[in-house]
T-cell receptor, first 114, second 115 residues
């Protein structure tokens, strides 16, 4: 089975722009979660989608949004980029989204905001 | 809400020596614990997890972790490390707040294996 794929792998943007990141989960997985990883804050949960519905959200401003499509693929969008948004954005998928389900991570998208 | 503490940010160790990476958690509900490993420029890979049953869980590459409810710990151990074990290790708890499948991670421990 193919793993979780994320596109693009690297992205450079300037302040004020917006960006869309894409995540394709493992086939059959219905839950997709997003995490932000930075040296200062570590790994922080952004949001989780299950069957096209946002089921859980972390403590991030409204500039961070996401969606999930009927094929479970997910996108996250960051509007009005700030320098502090520079990070590795990781997507993870799990089978049914239960607390006991293992989350499988993609390689991440490295976003640099200049 | 749950939280995870990894007190050691870096652990240097010589090859073939034993290692222990410490993880403590706080939770008021049933606990599901995970250890993930991250190699440079890669995502996270699951090493092992504790859901219920035997408190000692093992991975396929020689790591093991023991769930200790009284000490609220889930330390990761390996009796003999290899240079290829050099990576960052994250302990995580499945967070019950808000429903769904949300992981709360510790700050990570960088394991550096030296020859």
């Amino acid at each position: 089975k193919a793993g979780v794929t994320q596109t693009p792998r690297y992205l450079i943007k300037t302040r004020g722009q917006q960006v869309t990141l894409s995540c394709s989960p493992i086939s059959g997985h219905r839950s997709v979660s997003w995490y932000q990883q930075t040296p200062g804050q570590g790994l922080q949960f952004l949001f989780e989608y299950f069957s096209e519905t946002q089921r859980n959200k972390g403590n991030f401003p409204g500039r961070f949004s996401g969606r999930q499509f009927s094929n479970s693929r997910s996108e996250m969008n960051v509007s009005t980029l700030e320098l502090g948004d520079s990070a590795l954005y990781l997507c993870a998928s799990s089978l049914g989204g239960a607390r006991t389900d293992t989350q499988y991570f993609g390689p991440g998208t490295r976003l640099t905001v200049l | 809400a749950q939280s995870v503490t990894q007190l050691d940010s870096q652990v240097p160790v010589f090859e073939e020596a034993p290692v222990e990476l410490r993880c403590n958690y706080s939770s008021s509900v049933s606990v599901y614990l995970f250890w993930y490993v991250q190699y440079p420029n890669q995502g996270l890979q699951l090493l092992l997890k504790y859901l219920s049953g035997s408190t000692l869980v093992e991975s396929i590459n020689g790591f093991e972790a023991e769930f200790n409810k009284s000490q609220t710990s889930f330390h990761l151990r390996k009796p003999s490390v290899h240079i290829s074990d050099t990576a960052e290790y994250f302990c995580a708890v499945s967070d019950s707040t808000g429903g769904g499948n949300k992981l709360t991670f510790g700050t990570g421990t960088q394991l550096k294996v030296e020859l």
